[in-house]
């Protein structure tokens, strides 16, 4: 073991800060110049880091450079696999194959050799005076670590500690400044009572800003009277928030806002006031592997801007988890938009997990041309999937299950809604969705347009295994095309309808029952009643459960005429034939009787 003096010139020759740091939480084993051959990576360092990835908790190696000496640390246990695995995976074109000056075990500051590999000034808050003790109000300290960053783009290192800072000041961010934690123990907290409206943490007509492993804390239980959002990134270009908890904010945890190409990775947002994530008037921003959950709104809410805005164009959400928010899981679009309608579009919704929010899953609020793919949504208390006022959407290859929670038959599993209120959901593609419903609690159908209004839309190739309380299918525009020819409806040999909510009751131009097997024969069954055929609006037909026929109409037209060979000739009883001269009636087998048509 190294004594203290020995530790410290180890460090000599590192910035001050990550000297101070790392001598007073890492012990040093080994001597210089050991075990050369042993650590040098072979290769570069991603054969490393997939070993780890794998679940191999061998050592990891990390070139820490620095100003004439090349440091190699050996993180034998003690951080987390994944956390080890995304560090090592950056440095990949980083590495040199060279002997380490110094081996040191338990890497706590496993980020800080990141920064130094990366040829970057790091700028620890400590140095300028923070505290983290989570008494001391740390604002200006951490402020000023961030505005001396800006002078060369370096990285603002927040070692664990609980640091308050006031949402009435903030802190704001400067281009090229990676603001870095060391993961839920490096937490920036809004103070007791602060009872201010304001933003946390701020990056403003920025651009090139990384934040990442930190935890934001609103502390909401001790506040009254004030709106404050944990980070908020607006007018801002291509800037990374990897790895942030936002947390207990009374507004919204996470938003961007008016900007471009902001990647939002990683992060979990709960607990707040509003919604977990927002990206308001946002174009070619990414939401990646979060989760949003337990917000008092949506889980995520992509706004086209509330008054006037410019849309959302090109987002991607994908990836992510939103489950048990108070109102929807995923919103795109709001109502509260006067003059921003129809201006979103291109957005696409992929791969999320949409699960147990009291509202609706998924809702598309005024908007087109969106896609909506490879989604599950389940036990949501509302619509699965909903369509107001949509066109042009795609919605391909979802899986939903047992939405309608809150109601038993009061929601649907995937709803197009509009033409009773202005503006119909038509020419949307709804494909490939596999839709299960077998819970106590079922959804009304599967898939219903809410008018005859609504539509044409395109509903083909869905899987519908089981019906809702109502029914698999609502289709009510009649030019709406559930196969080919548009406006027809095919029930092929081989695939059964059955009981009385087969989703067939509905306004289609022709309805058909088809059936290409051999030998097949067609069927309607009823096992407890009779069988009615409707026309126009109106019963024409009715066979009773008894067997005996009523027709409401004031004429019977048998179409063919036909001449029994003899009164011998083969029939049975009850058929009915006629020609020019004659009725004839078989009233028993092989017999028939005529009557001779007088003239007028």
Not at 78 to 91: A, D, E, F, S
Not at 355 to 373: E, H, W
Request: with cysteine; proline share 3%.
């Amino acid at each position: 073991m190294l004594s203290a003096p020995d530790r410290c010139s180890m460090f000599r020759s590192l910035p001050r800060s990550v000297a101070a740091e790392t001598t007073a939480t890492l012990s040093a084993t080994a001597t210089a110049g050991e075990g050369c051959s042993s650590l040098r990576p072979r290769g570069w360092q991603w054969d490393v880091g997939e070993r780890h990835r794998r679940g191999d908790r061998s050592s990891i190696d990390v070139v820490w450079k620095t100003s004439g000496r090349r440091l190699i640390l050996a993180n034998k246990q003690g951080v987390r696999q994944m956390w080890c695995y995304t560090k090592c995976q950056q440095l990949t074109k980083k590495m040199y194959a060279v002997c380490p000056r110094v081996l040191v075990t338990m890497a706590i500051l496993f980020v800080q050799p990141n920064a130094q590999a990366e040829g970057l000034e790091v700028h620890n808050v400590k140095d300028f005076g923070a505290i983290g003790d989570g008494n001391t109000d740390d604002t200006g300290a951490i402020q000023s670590a961030i505005d001396s960053a800006e002078i060369d783009g370096g990285i603002v290192f927040v070692p664990p500690g609980t640091y308050l800072v006031s949402p009435g000041t903030g802190l704001s961010m400067k281009s090229n400044v990676h603001l870095l934690g060391a993961g839920r123990g490096s937490i920036f907290k809004v103070p007791n009572g602060a009872n201010i409206t304001g933003n946390l943490l701020k990056v403003e007509n920025r651009s090139g800003v990384v934040i990442s492993d930190l935890v934001l804390d609103g502390n909401r239980g001790e506040q009254s009277g004030s709106t404050n959002y944990g980070l908020y990134v607006a007018a801002s270009q291509n800037c990374k928030i990897n790895s942030v908890w936002t947390e207990s904010f009374a507004g919204v945890g996470n938003q961007v806002y008016d900007s471009d190409g902001v990647l939002v990775t990683d992060c979990t947002s709960t607990g707040n006031l509003f919604h977990g994530f927002e990206g308001e008037q946002t174009r070619g921003c990414v939401w990646k592997g979060n989760r949003g959950y337990g917000n008092d709104r949506h889980g995520i809410l992509i706004s086209p801007g509330e008054v006037e805005g410019t849309g959302a164009q090109g987002n991607i959400i994908i990836g992510n988890s939103f489950d048990d928010n108070e109102q929807y899981g995923i919103a795109i679009g709001i109502a509260a938009a006067p003059g921003s309608e129809l201006l979103s579009t291109g957005n696409m919704i992929a791969n999320n997990s949409v699960r147990n929010n009291a509202q609706y899953g998924i809702s598309l609020y005024y908007q087109d041309g969106n896609v909506v793919t490879g989604n599950l949504i389940e036990g949501n208390g509302f619509i699965g999937i909903y369509g107001f006022k949509t066109r042009y959407n795609q919605i391909i290859g979802n899986r939903l299950h047992n939405n309608s929670q809150a109601v038993n038959g009061g929601y649907d599993e995937i709803l197009l809604e509009g033409g009773t209120s202005g503006r119909a959901s038509r020419d949307n593609l709804i494909s490939n969705n596999v839709v299960f419903i077998d819970g106590e609690t079922k959804s009304r159908w599967a898939i219903r347009e809410a008018a005859v209004s609504d539509g044409p839309n395109v509903i083909i190739d869905n899987v519908v295994p089981r019906s809702g309380t109502s029914g698999k299918l609502k289709i009510q525009n009649r030019r709406t095309a559930l196969s080919s020819p548009a406006g027809v409806y095919q029930v092929r040999g081989g695939q059964p309808i059955t009981g009385a909510n087969a989703g067939i009751d509905n306004a289609f131009n022709v309805l058909r029952l088809y059936s290409n097997l051999p030998n097949s024969e067609v069927q309607v069954v009823s096992e407890k009643g009779g069988v009615k055929l409707w026309s126009n609006g109106t019963e024409r037909l009715l066979i009773n459960a008894d067997g005996s026929v009523s027709v409401n109409s004031d004429t019977l037209r048998v179409v063919s005429p036909k001449t029994p060979a003899s009164a011998d000739a083969a029939c049975s009883q009850g058929d009915l034939a006629w020609d020019s001269d004659y009725i004839y009636v078989c009233v028993a087998a092989n017999s028939w009787k005529r009557a001779r048509i007088l003239g007028w």
